[in-house]
């Protein structure tokens, strides 16, 4: 789920992002953009929420969206569960298709919901036992969200941030950030707390500096179609700054389509959008860059698949 908050909150993190512009009113193309030229070395879209998408008939039914990424140089995603239902879905997928690896959380929105209502403690329970198959390389996403929830639930969400981030060096899996608005809070944390051997910060939403914080931490960085953004300056400032063995990519799809078909819905046959403006921004030869992510994101997610 994106950093700039296009799902979750008080909508709930399943809730479509289709169905909260039907109810605000706003229209989008809904039309799936046409496949981009193929990579020359295949990559792994490293966060992408195929639940989403295989639930509305308008988008891709999981099947076609693995063998239409795959068509383009994109044959393997991890797939991210952050509810209850989103995380066991996530473990199914990921057992039932090789091409994909799970990862599965309570998202930053949904913990004071959960905490409010009493369920805290059992979803805990739950994800700790799904997050042991041997299948799931990931803890999260979890983290800080600042735009989304209000005073009230932020103690909830933190102690969840916490919980989380104990439960990731507990089974030594990979820990994946979700940060809005809430930078200096995740360093907090973090440092109180100690970073896994592991950690990705989601759909990066920082600036340089906030790019080196995280880098010296340990961090791998996860851009995503945000960086072709065209008010997204500071963002490829960031990704600029990087060193090539910490750069991953990401679709966060169905959200976060990256430029021209920004605002149509995404999935992970768009990545090479996304790596090409990259490169560009980077100064590197496509080919080079792509081989790096590839195994960057073998390193961060603990292995092959």
């Known amino acids: 789920m994106s950093g700039t908050g296009e799902r979750g909150g008080g909508q709930g993190p399943t809730r479509s992002r289709a169905a909260t512009e039907e109810k605000s009113g706003s229209r989008r193309n809904r039309e799936r953009p046409p496949a981009p030229e193929p990579l020359p070395h295949p990559v792994v879209d490293n966060h992408c929420h195929l639940d989403i998408a295989d639930s509305e008939g308008e988008w891709f039914a999981t099947r076609d969206a693995l063998a239409a990424s795959a068509a383009v140089g994109v044959p393997r995603i991890v797939q991210i569960g952050c509810d209850l239902p989103g995380a066991r879905w996530a473990v199914e997928a990921a057992a039932e298709h090789p091409e994909i690896v799970a990862g599965v959380a ?8 959960l905490a409010a209502a009493g369920q805290l403690q059992a979803a805990y329970d739950e994800i700790e036992a799904l997050a042991q198959h041997d299948r799931v390389r990931a803890v999260g996403e979890t983290g800080l969200d ?64 906030f790019a080196r914080a995280c880098l010296d931490r340990g961090a791998h960085l996860s851009f995503a179609g945000t960086v072709t953004f065209k008010n997204a300056d500071p963002l490829r400032e960031a ?67």
């Open 146 to 209: 600042r735009f989304r929830t209000g005073e009230e639930g932020r103690a909830a969400q933190e102690d969840s941030f916490r919980w989380h981030l104990d439960l990731a060096k507990r089974l030594g899996k990979t820990l994946v950030i979700h940060d809005r608005d809430a930078h200096e809070d995740v360093l907090r944390v973090i440092d109180a707390e100690g970073a896994p051997e592991r950690w990705v910060m989601h759909c990066f939403s920082g600036d340089a500096l």
């Open 106 to 113: 309570l998202h930053p929105n949904e913990a004071p919901r």
């Open 239 to 305: 990704l600029a700054l990087a060193p090539q063995d910490r750069v991953l990519v990401e679709t966060d799809a169905p959200y976060l389509t990256p430029v021209p078909y920004r605002g149509r819905p995404n999935a992970s046959y768009l990545v090479p959008l996304t790596v090409r403006t990259m490169a560009e921004v980077r100064g590197e030869d496509l080919g080079d860059l792509c081989r790096a992510i590839d195994t960057n994101t073998e390193v961060a997610f603990g292995g092959h698949w």
